[in-house]
Nanobody, 126 residues
Framework: QVQRVESGGGLVQAGGARRRSCAASGRTVRTYGRGWLRQAPGTGKEREFV??????????YYADSVKGRFTISRDNAKNTVYLQMASLKPEDTAVYFC?????????????????WGQGTQVTVSS
């Protein structure tokens, strides 16, 4: 079982930056594709893809809404994936989830991920 611990949420002003991290347990997790998705406030909102990275870190993929502002990276020695968020906007306010897929490549749809973190709120004030 892959356990995940997320950190780096909270309140930040528009234009600011925040780094999220997600540490996972289990030796094989370093071979997994990893990603970040978010769920905006409001009932019925689906989780929206944010960013993904392959097992080695050699390939990344971003949603258009965050491209150029967010950077995903990973440290396989620590089984940790990061999301560096910059130039934050109020519309980035959401609960952010890290996710892992046993597939080693890029995954960007929620149902393609096998393991999820507990989610952490990021609120961007205007």
């Amino acid at each position: 079982q892959v356990q995940r611990v997320e950190s780096g949420g909270g309140l930040v002003q528009a234009g600011g930056a925040r780094r999220r991290s997600c540490a996972a347990s289990g030796r094989t997790v370093r071979t997994y594709g990893r990603g970040w998705l978010r769920q905006a406030p409001g009932t019925g909102k689906e989780r929206e893809f944010v960013a993904a990275i392959n097992w080695s870190g050699s390939a990344t993929y971003y949603a258009d809404s965050v491209k150029g502002r967010f950077t995903i990276s990973r440290d396989n020695a620590k089984n940790t994936v990061y999301l560096q968020m910059a130039s934050l906007k109020p519309e980035d306010t959401a609960v952010y989830f890290c996710a892992a897929a046993t597939f080693p490549g890029i995954r960007y749809q929620g149902h393609e991920f096998d393991y999820w973190g507990q989610g952490t709120q990021v609120t961007v004030s205007s």
